[in-house]
Structures are given as structure tokens and as C-alpha cells.
């Protein structure tokens, strides 16, 4: 297991920006974003793997996009045209499992997570 640190949460009114930010402790082989609104499930946003696989969720396709430094071991979220859907608290999770996919079973390191607010 490794620590993860998020940080770039806030408030943005529609279609608005942000970027969330990912630091790991250590190496790992996938990395990714999961959601939580209010009174609904955990969903799977987007996760990339040390080789550069990515991939989004149908909801976010074309507005966001994911990104590292394998150097300094930080994921990065990138969020454009906001939605008041996309609201939520957003974790970063990680594993240095070989399957990596949106899936929050496989995934072994969580981090605290950082509020995203969308209003209308």
C-alpha cells in the first residue's frame, strides 16, 4: 500500500474548470479517480496505468482528461466544462496489482478525497 495526498478541489459554476491533483508515496502500477455524490454509489472516473493505458468514463469522455509524472509519482485529473453532475468527493485510488480497471474492489490504497462543487 502506498499514501495518496489529493489536493485541487473547489467550487466552479458551470463549465468551469479544475485540476486534481494525485501524490503517491510510492510506486504503483495503476492509479485512478472515483466520485461519490451524495446518496449515490461509488462510480469509477478514469484510471491510467505505469505504461500510459487510460481510461475514462462515458460520462466524462471529451471533458476530462487524466495524466501523470511518473517521476514525482502524481496523477493529475483535468476538468473542463463542468457539470452540476459532476459534483462530488473525489478520491484518488491505487493499486501495484497487474488488473487495472474501474473497479473499486482492486484497487488498495485510497486517499481522503477533495470536495468538487458545480453549481448552476
Known amino acids: 500500500q502506498v499514501q495518496l495526498v489529493e489536493s485541487g478541489g473547489g467550487s466552479v459554476q458551470t463549465g468551469g474548470s479544475l485540476r486534481l491533483s494525485c501524490a503517491s508515496s510510492g510506486y504503483t502500477n495503476c492509479m485512478a479517480w472515483f466520485r461519490q455524490a451524495p446518496g449515490k454509489e461509488r462510480e469509477g472516473v478514469a484510471y491510467?496505468?505505469?505504461?500510459?493505458?487510460?481510461r475514462l468514463t462515458d460520462s466524462v469522455k471529451g471533458r476530462f482528461t487524466i495524466s501523470q509524472d511518473k517521476v514525482e509519482n502524481t496523477m493529475y485529473l483535468q476538468m473542463n466544462s463542468l457539470k452540476p453532475e459532476d459534483t462530488g468527493l473525489y478520491y484518488c485510488a491505487a493499486t501495484a496489482g497487474a488488473i487495472c480497471q474501474l473497479r473499486a474492489d482492486l484497487f488498495d490504497s485510497w486517499g481522503q478525497g477533495t470536495q468538487v462543487t458545480v453549481s448552476s
Open positions: 491510467i496505468t505505469q505504461l500510459g493505458t487510460e
